[in-house]
């Protein structure tokens, strides 16, 4: 809601301030019309779309390489996962005024939170360190060495945050998210079956062999993601929501979550269109984002690779930012101490202290020669498939707190919906830990 409808309703006798928000929606929409609504997105948006990194570039696009349009069905499902969890995090938010990780140390044991807390740094940390090297990747693209590209965009993505009021923050994230209209060009330049599109989004198809699951369960851990929860939760404290303009939040986080999918969606038909009936329907596994977009130049020219390039470009630079964020908030929310990005550094110094040390040492690793990325990733994934199912009933539990949330907890149907996707997305991330750490040993329990 606008400062200047607030301010309005404020000084109006004639309105009352229990007056039905209705009253204060129509003004808003005649007002200011489309306007008003395209300012209220924000942390629901980008939340939603940093998931849509250099790692979650590459498993969508394996998705389509190695399956076609087989796995589009899975996005439907996801999509509807991360507007519920994103949902639950935001009304926590503007409701109690704390973060997730606040609210988790306030309300769970200390050895919980602090387990949670350097889980959540470890695997952070290293994920920062990938986004950077997407950075480096999507520049080489055009041209740009590494060893110019991640420290550049290190003091960038540093002068953002910490020369910026939170507003002018939100505003640049929102911006880069256009980058992820590279993969709806994209998608449209490889000319697929909009038919076999269109079945396969709402006809779910099952194999049940390694591949097809393992990349399963890699789109389910990649694209609902702990820092994602946490973030939009402490962004929407910082942002000063309300339950009195909460509905306004909500239209975020959802149109967020939807555009969010969509894009991942428009990658796997961009792949599923190209590479994989090059392959004669056997499919191929893509390494990285780079990969593909190098993958896709045969089919779809120069151009295409550019694209892709821009799309990662946007989306490593999105996900730059928001993970050293969401790791500060989680862990100065945790021991208690001040954060915000409109906080100076002498009133947060460990917030910014956090923030500046997780930049540094990104770089200076992503620089490093013949990085074992790929291998780094997978371990990093576990740790995030142990967290999550954590996260996620940890979500739950604060939801349905009525002391918590009074009258603002989930209802019956919420509930059953958000347990259903919680358990499964637990349990697939549990399977995919064992998979990994069986795999460690040598030992194969798919085909």
Known sequence: ????????????????????????EKKGKRRLGFLFYLSILGPGLIAANAGNDAGGIATYSSMGSQFGFQMLWVMVVVGIGVGVVQEMCARMGANTGKGLSDLIRENFSIRLTAFVMLA?????GGVIVSEFIGIAAALGIFGVPTWVGAPVAGVLVWLLIARGSYERVEKVFLVLTVAFFAYIIAAFMAKPDWGQVAINTFVPTLQFNGAFLTTLIAAVGTTISPYMQIYVQSAVVERGVTMRDYKYQRLDVYVGSAFSIGIAYFIVVATGATIFPATGGTGRELASAVDAAQALTPFLGEFAKYIFGL???????????????????????ALGLENGVSKSFKEAPAFWGMFTGLIVIAVIIAMIPGLPVVDI????????????????FSILKLINDKQLMGKYTNNLVYNILAYGLAGIVSFLSVAYVLIQVLGIFGLQILS
Do not use: Q
Request: hydrophobic share 50%; proline share 6%; charged share 15%.
């Open 377 to 392: 990733l997978v371990v990093l994934y576990l740790v995030n498939g142990l967290i999550l199912p954590i996260i996620l």
């Open 120 to 124: 959540f740094l470890v695997a952070n």
């Open 311 to 333: 799309g990662l470009l946007g989306a490593s630079f999105l996900a730059a930012g928001v993970l050293p964020l969401t790791t500060c908030y989680s862990v100065t929310e």
């Open 1 to 24: 809601m606008s400062d200047e409808i607030l301010n309005e309703r404020n000084a109006d006798p004639a309105v009352k301030h229990d007056e039905p928000d209705k009253i204060i």
